[in-house]
């Protein structure tokens, strides 16, 4: 029973884990429709958030509560200067955001060099959980991702900025002519995804090895998850995560870990192949 127990933990705490870095590429790529090619960059300077909080002897709290501001400015400018003018020039876009992603690699390499940097724990132990033991701080990180997951729903679809956006992407044209300001859409928008992201990297920092070249892998699991999910549903990226993250999950148990994630890539092809609409289907939306 504890293998069972622990296993759906796990897989859990992977969903969480790729539910948190995806949502903001949700909105960047699948409601907006860009491309975003720096996203896994844009999670990469939020882990680095932290870690500097902790070379510099701070609390890495600090580091978690500075990175949604940290990058999300980075997104605002990153929006405003290069992606704003390519909004209808999708393979435009998608060769500015690399371009970004390099920039963005290459200034961290010449600030804090190519080599390995990690960030203070923030929570440790275990907790006592259905009779076992397990990390508490993935428990948190459980628990921090329903709860910005609830903030997202709310946002997008019950205040009057999610209105905004949702007009924005079913009809621009139709939205500006009804008085809604599509430029100051588009920007905000942006940006708090880029600050949603940022917060994901600031959370999973404590986990990983901080490095320039971390975000490549999580970019690529992140579009994994929204393909999968659906392109233009928020929940599709819940689906999409526990899809992932519970199949990852299941065969970490029986092979080992890298080649449970070939497995998983394999799976998701075999999916997008049988249902290319993702899980969720249906019009974007």
Not at 25 to 52: R, S
Not at 209 to 232: C, E, K, Q
Request: hydrophobic letters at 55%; aromatic letters at 10%.
């Amino acid at each position: 029973m504890e293998p069972v127990v622990i296993q759906l933990l796990n897989g859990l705490s992977i969903a969480s884990i790729l539910i948190m870095v995806s949502l903001g590429l949700a909105v960047i790529f699948g409601m907006l429709g860009i491309i975003n090619l720096a996203h896994g960059e844009f999670f990469m300077l939020g882990a680095y958030c932290v870690a500097t909080a902790t070379a510099w002897g701070l609390s890495p709290w600090w580091g978690i509560a500075a990175a949604p501001v940290v990058v999300g400015l980075v997104g605002m400018a990153a929006q405003q200067t290069i992606i704003k003018p390519l909004y209808r020039r999708p393979l435009d876009t998608l060769l500015a955001t690399w371009g970004l992603s390099i920039v963005i690699r290459q200034v961290v390499r010449l600030i804090y060099g190519s080599g390995q940097m990690m960030a203070g724990s923030l929570i440790t132990g275990s907790t006592s959980l259905f009779g076992f033991s397990y990390p508490t701080y993935r428990l948190f990180i459980i628990l921090v991702t329903v709860a910005i997951v609830a903030l997202t729903f709310l946002l997008y679809f019950r205040s009057d900025f999610g209105l905004r956006i949702r007009m924005v992407i079913a009809n621009r044209s139709m939205a500006g002519a009804l008085g809604v300001n599509t430029q100051s859409t588009d920007l905000w928008a942006f940006t708090i995804a880029a600050a949603m992201v940022g917060f994901a990297g600031a959370i999973m920092s404590p986990l990983i090895v901080i490095n320039p070249d971390m975000g490549l892998t999580y970019l690529s699991r992140a579009f994994i998850v929204v393909i999968i999910g659906g392109i233009g549903h928020l929940y599709g990226v819940i689906a999409g995560g526990v899809a992932i993250g519970g199949a990852e999950a299941a065969l970490s148990f029986y092979l080992r870990p890298v080649v449970a994630q070939i497995l998983v890539v394999f799976i998701a092809v075999v999916l997008i192949r049988i249902r290319p609409q993702g899980l969720t289907g249906g019009p974007r939306g």
